[in-house]
């Protein structure tokens, strides 16, 4: 039976003339992944995007998996394609459906005629679903309130569909569709959140990482290139950023004061990311800092990072706790990742009692104590870059 | 390049790589009936001999696995399936290998009673601990014969002898892996009805190990299948590892004590240095001389071991094992305190007084261009 994939978008949708701009660089992203797992043919119609399978042997499976990751698609619902016919809608549809309602207890069945020229109008498309279906499957019980099984009759334009609900899609716009933005990754739980929290608004992510060996291991990046590729299912293909740290954190530690390390090394950091960016045509940054978190993390801190700031630093986990920030990280499965314990570059050079609300022209006169320049010159040439993708 | 990371594993001797070629080559099933079947049974018949007279021990007591980890494994839930019945303590001691520890954790999730015998203030163990809390409802003593993150070398043989003097029937388990060609290990003599060993910690290839199993000693099976090992452990053998196990306690056995003299003077080489320069010394004087276990005080052990890498020189933070996971056991011998800067040096004979030269120069080096934690 013929099966294929409507991806349903939400507020692409509003867009008035800028629709089809949004739509094409959804049909983009959505080849680009779809694209080692055979021939489809991608059209658009009402609203939805048909993503249909041209070969047999193609995986439904992992296509709708890798649909489910596409920003800009709120919906999906797999269903098989069926003539506008009542009775192959009645035979193909239980057919279709036949696991999922033999396991079931209640059902309830939903029609959405858009073809108004359709002959059955949705009560009575209803009615004959539902009683072909008790026909079927006689342990079957309707039940219109909390249903196990939602069968779902469309006729649309071309054909008619027959599906069990719609799943949730990634939701956000498509990748591409709000400028490019780096993202200040760590290792940690955060960053790879706040990565995908703005990847999913439209940006094209990429991802900037400070590494300080021997105080880091190669263990300690590769986790760190892992936690990229993870995202980079959701983000598409990633530019990831390796800056060489240790020279300017062990200056750093002999010359300024220990109650200021962190924050003076955070203005470092941003100081370099964003001379990349510069470089890069990269219009924002991007780090996983939470309110109150950690010392570095207080208002206080950030108006101190923020003053050598010259580009928007998103900061999408702001708000949010600890847990919701789990929950997401559990959600876009970068969590068992992020907390495998290798030392991370801060830990070493973490001052004991660090300043919870320190003053920018304190941190500015401690700074300046130092001749940083030549160094961030130097650690944003020998800056390497790799690119990370998952399809 | 310095390999001081032998604890963790070590290369593969070349007798062991041409008996592993070898093995390849013959890649007849032991248990096929023609020529070629009965070539690779002498191959791991051949092994199992070797291995056996290196224990002191019949053939027919040796059994091939996967692994130290799997005889462990094999040990302690063996012991549980054949005395659950009756009885349900387990004692082990507080620093076992996690393949035994955590063999022990699961049965005590399903409700044994398990005691874990930590050394005492001074650092020591002593059989007297474990003998006494042995009673008549305990049915398996397991104890490490050689701890593989400071070297201790418990009193295995006074522990298990005075168990047996106690209750014949409460089985006795040790996990050899870092004594086995090592130190002499001689069952009579160790008094254990069960050993495990390892092929890759004594320049064997990885994924072989053994289990030495007393005649008398029924313990059920954990894999069903062609009834491979005696119906004990069932599967294909695997032939070219075994052989490699085999060549690599060919070639050592004869010399288990000049090499435990030559290592024996490296250590002391290595401990005197540390002193020298004010370094602790975690391993105590009679621990093994294969593993010594060090600390220099402010330098995080992760950064240290990776600062010595980029100079080709391979060390351990605690065990291998846990890639970066703290490990318990230098709290239990007391060395809690330096557990963050500790460094685990473990030798082969191939090691040399030279090296042990460049690892302390590039340690004071480190110490120079390193920062310290405060």
């Known amino acids: ?391 | 390049m310095i390999y001081f990371d032998n604890a963790a594993t070590t290369a593969v001797c070349e007798e062991a790589v041409a008996a592993v070629n070898k093995g390849l080559q013959n890649f007849g099933n032991p248990s096929s009936l023609h020529r070629l079947g009965l070539d690779a049974e002498l191959i791991v018949s051949g092994a199992r001999e070797t291995i056996a007279d290196a224990l002191g021990a019949d053939p027919s007591e040796v059994y091939f696995t996967s692994g130290a980890t799997e005889s462990s494994n094999t040990a302690v839930f063996g012991a549980y399936k054949a005395h659950s019945k009756r009885k349900n303590k387990v004692i082990i001691s507080s620093v076992e290998h996690p393949a035994t520890a955590n063999a022990a954790l699961a049965l005590e999730e399903a409700g044994c009673e398990v005691v874990r015998i930590a050394p005492r203030e001074d650092g020591r163990f002593y059989a007297g601990d474990f003998i006494d809390a042995a009673d008549e409802n305990t049915f398996l003593v397991s104890v490490m014969m050689v701890n593989n993150e400071t070297g201790y070398v418990l009193p295995v043989s006074e522990i298990f002898s005075g168990i047996k003097k106690k209750d014949r029937t409460i089985l006795t388990h040790c996990d050899c892996v870092q004594g086995f060609m090592k130190l002499p290990v001689k069952v009579k003599k160790l008094g254990a009805d069960m050993i495990s060993l390892s092929g890759h910690k004594i320049h064997a290839p990885k994924g072989v190990g053994a289990l030495y199993l007393k005649k008398g000693v029924h313990l059920p099976s954990l894999v069903y299948g062609g009834g491979q090992e005696s119906g004990f452990r069932s599967g294909t053998e695997s032939v070219p590892l075994i052989a490699g196990f085999g060549a690599a306690v060919e070639k050592l056995s004869p010399t288990v004590n000049e090499r435990y003299k030559k290592v024996s003077a490296l250590r002391d080489c290595l401990v005197s240095k540390c002193r020298e320069k004010g370094y602790t010394v975690n391993s105590t004087e009679d621990a093994s001389p294969y593993v010594v276990s060090i600390a220099i005080k402010g330098l995080r052990s992760e950064v240290l071991l990776h600062y010595l890498e980029k100079k080709q020189i391979y060390v351990s933070s605690g065990s291998a094992c846990s890639k970066g996971k703290k490990s318990s056991v230098l709290a239990q011998f007391g060395c809690a305190a330096v557990s963050d800067f500790t460094l685990r040096i473990s030798f082969c004979s191939d090691n040399t007084a030279e090296e042990i030269d460049t690892l302390i120069n590039e340690i004071a080096n480190a110490e120079n261009e390193l920062a310290k934690v405060r």
């Open chain 1, 1 to 391: 039976m013929k099966e294929i994939i409507l991806c349903k978008y939400g507020e692409i949708a509003l867009k008035g003339l800028n629709k089809s701009s949004f739509e094409s660089m959804m049909v983009k992203s959505i080849k680009y992944r779809l694209k080692s797992l055979g021939d489809f043919e991608i059209y658009r119609s009402q609203s939805t995007l048909y993503v249909e399978p041209l070969d047999e042997d193609i995986d439904v499976d992992e296509v709708s998996d890798r649909l489910s990751k596409v920003f800009g698609i709120v919906k999906l619902c797999r269903c098989c394609v069926l003539e506008k016919e009542m009775s192959v809608i009645l035979e193909k549809g239980c057919d279709y459906l036949a696991e999922q309602l033999d396991s079931a207890r209640t059902f309830k069945v939903e029609a959405k005629r858009s073809d108004k020229r359709f002959e059955l109008k949705s009560p009575q498309i209803c009615a004959e679903m539902g009683g072909a279906v008790l026909d079927r499957f006689p342990h079957l019980k309707v039940d219109v309130h909390d249903p196990d099984v939602t069968v779902v009759v469309e006729i649309r334009e071309q054909n008619a569909y027959v599906h069990a609900g719609q799943t949730d899609g990634a939701g956000g716009l498509p990748v591409g569709s709000s400028g490019k933005a780096m993202l200040l990754l760590s290792g940690g739980i955060d960053s790879p959140v706040a990565g995908y929290m703005i990847a999913r608004r439209g940006a094209r992510v990429s991802a900037i990482h400070f590494e300080a060996p021997p105080y880091t291991s190669d263990r300690a990046r590769m986790k760190v290139e892992k936690l990229a590729k993870i995202i980079s299912a959701y983000c598409g293909e990633i530019d990831f950023y390796c800056v060489p740290f240790t020279k300017i954190q062990e200056l750093l530690r002999d010359n300024c004061p220990e109650e200021f390390f962190t924050i003076i090394m955070r203005r470092l950091m941003m100081e370099i990311a964003q001379r990349i960016c510069e470089r890069e045509g990269i219009q924002a940054l991007i780090t996983g800092e939470s309110l109150g978190q950690v010392a570095s993390q207080t208002m206080y801190a950030m108006v101190c990072t923020d003053a050598v700031c010259r580009m928007p630093v998103f900061r999408p986990c702001v708000g949010l706790d600890k847990s919701e920030i789990v929950e997401i990280a559990r959600k876009i499965d970068t969590f068992d990742t992020s907390i495998l314990p290798y030392e991370d570059c801060c830990t070493v050079f973490t001052p004991k009692h660090p300043r919870t609300k320190p003053k920018l022209a304190e941190v500015e006169k401690a700074q300046q104590s130092f001749d940083f320049e030549p160094y961030i010159r130097q650690a944003v040439e020998e800056t390497s870059v790799q690119y990370i993708k998952t399809y």
